[in-house]
C-alpha cells in the first residue's frame, strides 16, 4: 500500500508564512515528480509547484516569488515552503506523486488526502 501524507497546514495572517509537507510511504522503487496542487472552493484544482526528479522545478504565475518546492529524496518528501501568503492562496492543498512501485516496477500516481490552508485578511 503505497501513500502520501500531508502536514503543516492552518491558519494564518495574510503576509505570514506555511511550510507543508508531504511524505510518501509504501512499497516504492523510485520517485520521479512530486507536486502541489490546490482547490479552492467554488474553483477548479490547479497545480502550484512541481518539482522533478532532478531538481528542475515549475511555479504557476500566482505563486512565483513566495513559494518554494523542494524535496528529500533520503525521505521521500517534498516541501512547500509559502511565504508572504495572500487571502486567496486560501484553499485545500494536495500533494501528488508519481512513482514506481513493486513489484513489478509499476508507475502509479499517488495523491494525499489534503490539507487546508486559511489565509485571513
Known amino acids: 500500500q503505497v501513500q502520501l501524507v500531508e502536514s503543516g497546514g492552518g491558519l494564518v495572517q495574510a503576509g505570514g508564512s506555511l511550510r507543508l509537507s508531504c511524505t510518501a510511504s509504501?512499497?516504492?522503487?523510485?520517485?520521479?515528480?512530486m507536486a502541489w496542487h490546490r482547490q479552492a472552493p467554488g474553483k477548479q484544482r490547479e497545480l502550484v509547484a512541481a518539482i522533478r526528479s532532478g531538481g528542475s522545478t515549475n511555479y504557476v504565475d500566482s505563486v512565483k516569488g513566495r513559494f518554494t518546492i523542494s524535496r528529500d529524496n533520503a525521505k521521500n518528501t517534498v516541501y512547500l515552503q509559502m511565504n508572504s501568503l495572500k487571502p486567496e492562496d486560501t484553499a485545500v492543498y494536495y500533494c501528488?506523486?508519481?512513482?514506481?512501485?513493486?513489484?513489478?516496477?509499476?508507475?502509479?500516481?499517488?495523491w494525499g488526502q489534503g490539507t487546508l490552508v486559511t489565509v485571513s485578511s
Open positions: 509504501g512499497s516504492i522503487f523510485s520517485i520521479n515528480a
Open positions: 501528488n506523486a508519481d512513482l514506481v512501485v513493486l513489484p513489478g516496477y509499476r508507475y502509479l500516481a499517488v
